[in-house]
């Protein structure tokens, strides 16, 4: 789930209490986020070479990540992405990344709602609200908000053993999404049509590379997960285990579903099908 900040919890030289497995599938869930239906995009835009911007943005990801786990063994204080910027910069260097971790905390949820209300909508495209009058609410912004009420209390927790549940979720929803996109291509008449496709469109590269750079947008919780592994010398495996599957997952879908729907590709392929039919 592209990405928030999980809540941190302290670290000392134990470790946290959050097992190898569990903060895999915290890290995933951050990673497999939008962009699981969003990258096909991509291709319809900027071509089949853009697949090596992919792999350059997770490249760089995962080593800035790495220096980002180092900095924080270097100063022991140090819990959340906030208190590696104090130990770099001073209280300014604390203060702007506070500014950019809460404007993302804002901005990242706010497009993640509004992709849900644009799915359900598809899904329930009569449904209204009365409310008095002449006076409605439309289905969009109600299932938004639906939405949002239901997400809301697992902003609650606090302890990412438990939150690593929900993640478990995330990840299995990535793979009913997948695994239904390869249905509807195999069994359900869309097909797989699309083997030419553009090698490359230049006016495509600047829709790509932001789609790719905010999917792999997991820098802000890599103090999180760090702090609550409970054994740090694994932490270098959770990080290949997300991004090695992370990168599989986005690459898969965004070659079948190039190759389902190539330019008539919607901004989100879970749109694509419905659009077809």
Known sequence: ????????????????????????????NALSGIGIITLPYTLSE???????????????????????????????????????????????????????MYLELFLVPTGFLIIEGDNLHKLFPELRFHLRGNFYIDGKPLLTAMAGLVILPTMWLKDLSLLSFVSAGGVFSAVVIACSTLWAGAFNGVGF??????????????????????????????PSLYASIKHKRQFIKVFLVMFGLGTLSYMSMAVLGYLMFGHNLSSQITLSPLQQN
């Open 1 to 28: 789930m592209e990405t928030s900040v999980l809540p941190t919890t302290s670290r000392d030289s134990q470790g946290g209490t959050t097992s190898f497995l569990k903060t895999c599938f915290n890290g995933l």
């Open 46 to 100: 900027a071509g089949w070479m853009s697949l090596t911007l992919l792999f350059s943005v997770a490249a760089i990801t995962f080593y800035t990540s790495i220096l980002l786990k180092r900095c924080m063994d270097n100063e022991p204080s140090a819990k959340s992405f906030s208190d590696v910027g104090a130990a770099a910069f001073g209280r300014r260097g604390r203060l702007l990344i506070s500014i950019c």
């Open 193 to 222: 049509g699309n083997e030419g496709g553009e090698l490359f469109e230049l006016s495509g590269v600047p829709t790509a590379l932001s789609l790719y750079a905010f999917s792999y947008g997991v820098h802000p919780m890599v």
